[in-house]
């Protein structure tokens, strides 16, 4: 089983060279080169080049650093108008194409890290990380690389994003453009493997045990890893049958050391906070264009928060920032034109990278064009599918506008007298927890993200609330705050809160997908909270049973409009399965609970003290 999204195929190209006139041209008009750039402490690094036949100008380097292979090895052509669907843009304008196996992976020497944690005050040269690494590779290339002109950018999506975005606190004179794009920037709160603590048991466990990415590889080699598939192709009814988390623990033995050390780490602590690329986001150098979908399945914490870091922390850094209504890696595709049944009205990916990244790579690589069309931040709004600019994210002029959850399931921008102690009850049961989709699927899907939730509302164990239709329209820039107060029957509770566009009913079926849009519920977002986490994540602390209390976090931001004529409703639950792992809704430590640790729970919603904050843009 594989949960990874489509675009992590383009970052495992071991392809079949495949004849087009794509790939005849870049063959009759690049060489390729294959080095082993040495490393200050002596390991090297396998990189293959691919250096235009034309000599007539110096040529820029664009960089990037994979664990996801370099292939095809030998004299085959990596084919990178599949790697990067518009890759072919950069071959005709002369890039010198780099891409490097990083440390421990593939065919580079040395040992592989999760996450290394970046060093900022290197003392000998034993004193690595992935940013010395990006400078050693970038002084190598630049003094070996025949017909470079000296500039170097580096880009990447997902993990590459996060090498991307180490190789910007590198330092190296000779970089001056990198793109992080859904780059990994911590996972404890929002990336791969947690969100707020809670463990994203589906794409953790196939991350590093499916799909074998943290398997140790005791030497350099062109064979994938060891993969583990899961004899179901029902992932809910596979992952509910496996139980407490113990028992996937079994299922990965001991040579997985990331998953091994998330198992002793539970909370936020030393180990987590060192694996938060943020930490080394300080006077950056080179430009930076952060890049990230709306709708990113993987990887949709890092790019907010990578800009958010390079705007308080290196305001001097020449930042700008893209968000698109994307799934992961889907500006880099053909196709950015819908998602499952959700379309947005043009192809927003070709338009990116038409008016966006292409220019922005040649400004700073080629020193042609100029950046004036392109803003501080450029941002899609979904429910109208339009392009807006600013000169900051969040928006200047919005306003936290707090909507009222409400007896009779009635959501409302201003409070009602129901009394302090009205309020709306579920039970919440492990052994049926809610699943995050309707259809039945082997891998977690990416469609999620928009899908319909009308599923979910049918269920006893979530709660609806919702809107009279909407006479304007309203528009939600920044993010969502959910401010719950709760009581709990046991110990310990998680709470999802879904933002939801209810679509009117008199739509017509999608025209391609034959899907019944109308009365759609779309998911705008969700996140996760773990109850024990409401006042530290550092410190966690269990429920009093039948005491209010409440529980306040912050969800992703949003950049949506619900249109004149449709509704908002807020869902809340306490399951999100095989998504999240389950709480056993005890005060228990979870990844070493048993089996019997899980039982059902009341929980209560108390309304007028529960709201859902929106940043509306005004």
Not at 56 to 62: C, N, T
Not at 268 to 282: F, M, P, Y
Not at 473 to 481: E, M, Q, W, Y
Request: aromatic share 14%; proline share 7%; net charge neutral.
């Amino acid at each position: 089983m594989k949960t990874l999204s489509a675009f992590l195929f383009f970052l495992c190209p071991i392809f079949a060279f495949a004849q087009n006139p794509d790939s005849t041209w870049f063959v009759n008009n690049y060489t390729k080169q294959e080095v082993r750039i040495p490393m200050r402490d002596g390991i090297k690094l396998f990189t293959s080049v691919y250096v235009p036949n034309d000599k007539s100008e110096k040529h820029p380097i664009l960089m990037m650093r994979t664990p996801y292979s370099v292939g095809v090895y030998g004299k085959g052509y990596m084919p990178l108008w599949r790697y990067y669907v518009y890759m072919m843009n950069y071959l005709r304008r002369g890039y010198i194409i780099v891409i490097q196996d990083i440390r421990g992976r593939w065919m580079s020497e040395g040992t592989f890290e999760v996450v290394r944690p970046f060093i900022p005050d290197k003392k000998t040269n034993k004193d690595i990380d992935e940013a010395s690494d990006t400078y050693d590779s970038i002084d190598w290339l630049v003094k070996n690389i025949d017909g470079n002109n000296g500039k170097v950018g580096v880009v990447g999506i997902s993990f590459p994003g996060f090498y991307a975005t180490e190789a910007a606190l590198s330092g190296h004179p000779a970089l001056k453009a990198v793109s992080p794009q859904a780059p990994v920037t911590d996972r404890f709160f929002g990336d791969d493997d947690h969100h707020n603590g809670v463990l994203f048991l589906m794409d953790a466990f196939d991350f590093h045990v499916g799909y074998g990415f943290s398997q140790p590889r005791p030497k350099p080699t062109t064979s994938p890893a060891k993969t583990y598939n899961i004899p179901n192709y029902d992932n809910y009814a596979w992952y509910l049958s496996m139980g407490a988390l113990p028992n996937f623990t079994k299922v990965t033995g001991d040579s997985l050391a990331f998953w091994s050390n998330m198992m002793k780490h539970p909370n936020l602590d030393a180990w987590w906070k060192v694996r938060d690329t943020r930490s080394g986001i300080k006077n950056v150098k080179p430009a930076m264009l952060v890049v990230g979908g709306l709708f990113d399945a993987e990887d949709g914490y890092g790019a907010w928060h990578t800009y958010q870091a390079l705007v308080n922390q290196s305001p001097t850094t020449d930042s700008k920032f893209v968000m698109g209504p994307w799934y992961h890696g889907q500006w880099a595709s053909k196709d950015g034109t819908h998602l499952g049944n959700v379309n947005f009205g043009s192809n927003t990916a070709d338009w990116y990278q038409q008016h966006i990244e292409i220019p922005w790579f040649d400004y700073y690589l080629r020193g042609i064009g100029s950046l004036d069309s392109i803003s501080k931040a450029t941002i899609f709004f979904s429910g109208e599918n339009q392009w807006k600019t600013f000169k900051q994210w969040p928006p200047a002029d919005i306003t936290p506008t707090p909507v009222y959850l409400e007896p009779n399931a009635k959501l409302t921008f201003s409070p009602t007298a129901s009394g302090a102690n009205s309020f709306d009850t579920y039970t919440s049961d492990p052994s049926k927890p809610v699943p995050y989709t309707e259809k039945v699927h082997v891998n977690r899907t990416r469609e999620y993200m928009t899908d319909d939730q009308r599923f979910a509302a049918r269920r006893p164990d979530v709660l609806v609330y919702e809107t009279d239709t909407l006479a304007n329209d309203v528009t939600l820039a920044g993010p969502v705050i959910a401010d719950l107060m709760v009581s709990i029957s046991n110990t310990d509770a998680d709470f999802i809160v879904k933002l939801i566009d209810v679509l009117p009913t008199d739509l017509k079926d999608n025209p391609v997908t034959k899907y019944p849009m109308a009365g759609y519920q779309m998911l705008v977002r969700a996140e996760t909270m773990r109850g024990r986490y409401r006042n530290s994540f550092s410190k966690p602390e269990a429920f009093v049973p039948g005491k209010p209390t409440e529980v306040k976090y912050t969800m992703p931001d949003v950049a949506h409009t619900f249109k004149r004529g449709h509704r908002i409703m807020i869902q809340v639950q306490s399951s999100w399965f095989p998504l999240t792992d389950r709480n056993p809704q005890q005060f228990v430590d979870i990844y070493h609970a048993n089996d019997s640790d899980f039982v059902k729970e009341t929980i209560n919603i108390y309304h007028d003290q529960t709201k859902i904050i929106l940043s509306v843009l005004k």
